[in-house]
């Protein structure tokens, strides 16, 4: 008896319309902005004021050793456990490599801007991670990798 109550109210066609218009909206300025850059936010990075390029390697002792892509030199043996977040950032880029299907040995590049941010990006995929959006401690993780003469902030 409760079933035919349920039944016997269809659901309101305005309501079915209105979230039609709604979905079709969104797509159709989503679409615009892609096309034509009109209402499309972009990440405006200031110039580069140091970088080095990163080769990352896991070791089975729980740490990840980084070197530096030009001279081969051992940068440093960060602990991926615990904090992990170089880890995670790691694991993260080499994952969008494996999908584009690109080199895994290829550096990864830490630069320093003039606006006191500092990035990680990928060269091979193209994607970037501003380091200070996930805070201080995380920031400080990456502060050992770049060239001695630059902080990272």
Excluded: W
């Amino acid at each position: 008896m409760h079933e035919d109550a349920i039944d016997a109210r269809p659901f309101p066609r305005g309501m079915l319309m209105a979230a039609g218009a709604l979905i079709f909206t969104s797509l159709a300025f989503a679409t615009i902005a892609r096309q034509t850059d009109y209402g499309a936010t972009r990440l405006e990075l200031a110039p580069v004021t140091s970088s080095r390029d990163i080769t990352f390697k896991n070791e089975v002792a729980g740490y990840i050793t980084a070197f530096d892509a030009t001279t081969g030199e051992r940068i440093a043996d960060i602990e991926n456990s615990g904090n992990g977040f170089v880890g995670v950032v790691i694991k993260g880029f080499n994952r969008d490599r494996i999908v584009a299907g690109r080199d895994l040995s290829l550096p990864f590049r830490i630069s320093t801007l003039a606006d006191g941010r500092s990035i990680i990006e990928d060269p091979a995929t193209g994607r970037l991670v501003t380091l200070g959006a996930f805070g201080a401690g995380n920031l400080q993780a990456f502060s050992q990798l770049l060239a001695p003469n630059g902080d990272i902030k």
